[in-house]
């Protein structure tokens, strides 16, 4: 425990706070929290109470203070030229956001990326010319480009973690296990296209991600085998009649 207390005094003065909760006086709080185990050290980020993480270091205050820090401050790597970027390009295996020159974005763009530092990697040109917003998709050449004013996005951070949730998804894609949650997460209406056979995927492939491309931002597009995922079909209480396509809003 001093350990701990001490760990939080370091921690407040860079703007880190660490709050005591005792379980005894706050039973509901511990048992929503799914505390089992004391003391629990709980890592809440940008103030929100679900997808916690539990600090799983020693209770040295240098390692508590060190992990802290290091996550706080290196949700966003600070470049000082393009020759820096291209090694994150290349070696990419999670989409690469970059924020170019768009100083008055940086705290909502800090605060996302503390938030998505799982799922992508934020990288910042704070003295660049090129003021630009963009992605990269690991092993794909173009970036995406956000071509609209970021001021969309100042200090509305939820709205920019929407917008990127929703541009690293293909505009038509055969669902995968991992690929479904993300399009569920987008929070748009859902557009199925069931098939029987490759040749009936391939047929309408063209099409549907030309309307993917079209309606990028306002609804998803996406292709089930429906022998794989019968259960799908009865969800939408549609007749099992193949191909079928069907929008669940």
């Known amino acids: ?77 600070y470049l000082d030229s393009e020759d820096e970027v291209q090694p994150y390009l290349e070696n990419a295996t999670l989409p690469v956001v970059i924020n170019r020159g768009l100083t008055d974005l940086n705290e909502t763009y800090r605060e996302v990326a503390l938030d998505l530092a799982d799922d992508y990697v934020f990288l910042s040109l704070s003295d660049s010319k090129n003021k630009s917003l963009s992605v990269y998709l690991p092993n794909v050449t173009e970036p995406i480009l956000f071509d609209e004013s970021v001021d969309a996005f100042v200090g509305k951070p939820d709205t920019l973690t929407q917008w990127l949730k ?39 492939t063209d099409i549907f991600t030309q309307l993917g491309r079209e309606n990028r931002g306002q609804m998803n597009f996406i292709a089930l085998n429906s022998t794989l995922y019968p259960h799908h079909v009865n969800f939408l209480n549609m007749r099992a009649q193949f191909p079928l396509f069907a929008i669940h809003n």
């Open 1 to 77: 425990r001093p350990h701990l207390e001490e760990a939080a005094s370091i921690l407040k003065e860079h703007n880190v706070p660490v709050v005591q909760v005792d379980c005894e006086d706050n039973n509901l709080v511990c048992l929503q929290q799914t505390i089992n185990t004391y003391p629990t050290l709980k890592i809440f980020k940008n103030g929100r109470l679900f997808d916690a993480q539990v600090y799983r270091g020693t209770k040295i205050t240098a390692e508590i203070t060190q992990h802290m820090l290091q996550l706080y401050e290196a949700s966003v790597i």
């Open 166 to 204: 929703v541009v690293v998804l293909p505009y038509f894609s055969d669902v995968t296990p991992d690929l479904f949650p993300k399009y569920i997460a987008s929070n748009l209406p859902l557009a199925y296209f069931f098939y029987t056979s490759k040749e009936e995927l391939d047929d309408y």
